[in-house]
């Protein structure tokens, strides 16, 4: 049981380049979401999923975008990266919205540097 | 002022000592993570509370629904337990929840 396993775990990007971090997770929930986490400030959320094909906003989407098209997986795109965008992120699933009655399951981040 | 409050922000003790870190937040709420951050690591979950008590080894969490505001304890603290420690509410608002983060708590046990 590997719970959540993002990749890459550092990416140096140039200013105007695209990547994609990837998310798999191998408990079978529903919830998934990508975070990322800037120096002094709590995580902010980018995007969620309530399942395979469903996607919303988080608070911070611009300059991203996401897919799921099965349960396991929901990767994050990063389009024209830009400076701001020099953060790390971080995917988590749960079972339940929130993590409410139960754990969130958290990856060990990729560390994104855009020059 | 964030809805979620963490005290305080940097915290250094001599091993052995009993560790307090506090999240206080401002509105309803229907669970209360704690989690633990290594440096350049990923992030691991604690606890989940939505009332009273639970412990794990040494860790111990509280949570106060009436006064909002829940604590964190570590008891005979040691340099393993250095990381950042972070609160996040399930903070309820018009029939819609959202997972608020603290700014976390940095803790130093000095052996």
């Known amino acids: 049981n590997a719970g959540v396993t993002q990749t890459p775990k550092f990416r140096i990007l140039k200013i105007g380049q695209s990547m994609t971090l990837q998310c798999t997770q191998d408990m079978n929930h529903n919830y998934m979401y990508w975070y990322r986490q800037d120096p002094g400030m709590g995580l902010k959320l980018i995007y969620y999923s309530v399942g395979a094909g469903i996607t919303d906003k988080g608070e911070v989407p611009n300059g991203y975008n996401v897919s799921r098209s099965t349960t396991e997986d929901f990767p994050l795109r990063l389009e024209l990266a830009a400076p701001s965008q020099t953060s790390v992120y971080f995917c988590a699933s749960s079972y339940s919205w929130g993590g409410g009655g139960n754990t969130i399951y958290f990856g060990e981040g990729s560390w994104l540097t855009v020059v | 002022k964030n809805e979620v409050e963490q005290s305080p922000q940097n915290l250094t003790a001599q091993e052995g000592e009993f560790i307090t870190i506090n999240c206080s937040y401002s509105?309803?709420?229907?669970?209360l993570h704690w989690l633990q951050q290594h440096p350049g690591g990923g992030i691991v979950s604690l606890f989940m509370?939505?009332?009273g008590k639970k412990k794990h080894g040494r860790l111990i969490a509280t949570i106060n629904i009436q006064e909002k505001h829940s604590s964190l304890h570590i008891t005979a603290s040691h340099p393993r337990d250095s990381a950042v420690y972070i609160c996040?509410?399930?903070?309820?608002?018009?029939?819609?929840?959202?997972?608020?983060f603290g700014t976390g708590t940095r803790l130093t046990i000095i052996p």
């Open positions: 509370l939505s009332s």
């Open positions: 996040a509410a399930l903070i309820s608002n018009f029939g819609n929840e959202k997972l608020t």
């Open positions: 509105v309803g709420i229907s669970a």
